[in-house]
């Protein structure tokens, strides 16, 4: 009988151990993919020529805090680490008539 | 099963059932989604119409065609568009012109200007004493798409000659003088499209 009991109340500790693990660890994305899109989406109306010129680096640390990484086509650079990271990509064809072009990539913590 | 056992059972399972329940209470609602068509698309494409206005090499057929394949390449999601695109130049002393560019998913592109004769002045220009012609030109951006229904933007304005005056008064709104042996003379904006001014 002990024996019973004992696996029982594992069984209930197993349970519940794997519904919570899912509850806290997968959350879905969160609203910072809106967040994030608009700020891109203003740099490309703002400028064709930022990727081109090393202006767009400056320009999304101001805007994206949470950045983690940026990718402009030609070098990487890490701001900070991080376990959880979302990829946002942007294209850009080129600028004043001339076409270049470049995909950027911005890794952002949600 | 004696009934102590029983009990802490029952217990355990009441436990885990609350505490179960409280954390679901805890989290945050949030969103789930799998791919996001918003703004971005819509600003490729505004990106794609300003470049084909600036561009005298390349028509849009060709810069989507390179757009799409980055997309697919780099798992970017873009809709497939149609568009049409229109120039149109009223020439005069009160004269207007655009270029306008609109897709078939309510995202469009307009540059838009328009001048009005001023007068005649006396510039001194390296030396030599010329005639110039002053008009009064408003040029701006429209961008429209669902996601923010309309934006206007003011791009500056460049002569490349390095001969006409230019004086910017804000809200897209400028005074321009050229010299007047020009019936039409042509300025270029910030991101490379020409604005023709001709009577």
């Known amino acids: 009988m002990r024996a019973l009991e004992a696996v029982a109340i594992s069984v209930i500790f197993v349970i519940f151990s794997a519904y919570f693990h899912v509850i806290a660890v997968y959350k879905p994305p969160s609203l910072h993919v809106y967040s994030v899109n608009r700020a891109l989406a203003w740099l490309l109306l703002r400028s064709d020529s930022l990727p081109y010129t090393g202006k767009l680096k400056g320009l999304i640390v101001e805007l994206i805090p949470s950045v983690v990484y940026f990718d402009d086509g030609e070098s990487i650079i890490y701001f900070r680490d991080s376990a959880r990271v979302y990829s946002f990509r942007i294209v850009w064809l080129g600028y004043n008539g001339t076409l270049s072009p470049r995909v950027v990539v911005v890794g952002v913590e949600p | ?199």
């Open chain 2, 1 to 199: 099963m004696n009934r102590k056992g029983q009990i802490l059972l029952l217990a355990i399972i009441f436990l885990a059932s609350v505490l179960l329940y409280s954390t679901s209470r805890l989290k945050k609602p949030s969103p789930n989604f799998l791919e996001y068509n918003g703004e971005l698309q819509s600003a490729e494409l505004i990106h794609i119409a300003r470049l084909y206005w600036s561009s005298e090499n390349s028509t849009i057929d060709r810069l989507l065609t390179i757009l799409y394949s980055l997309s697919n390449e780099n798992k970017v999601s873009m809709p497939i568009v149609s568009y049409k695109c229109n120039f149109t130049l009223v020439p005069g002393q009160r004269g207007y012109a655009w270029y306008y560019t609109v897709y078939n998913n309510s995202v469009s592109f307009r540059a838009y200007w328009s001048w009005e004769f001023k007068g005649f002045y006396i510039k001194n220009l390296y030396g030599e004493k010329l005639l110039y012609k002053s008009y009064l030109l408003i040029y701006y951006h429209n961008y429209t798409a669902p996601q923010w229904d309309s934006m206007i933007i003011y791009p500056s304005l460049d002569d490349d000659m390095r001969i006409a005056d230019l004086t910017y008064f804000g809200e897209g709104i400028w005074s321009i003088g050229f010299p007047a042996r020009y019936t039409e003379y042509i300025f270029v904006d910030e991101y490379g499209l020409k604005v023709v001014v001709k009577e």
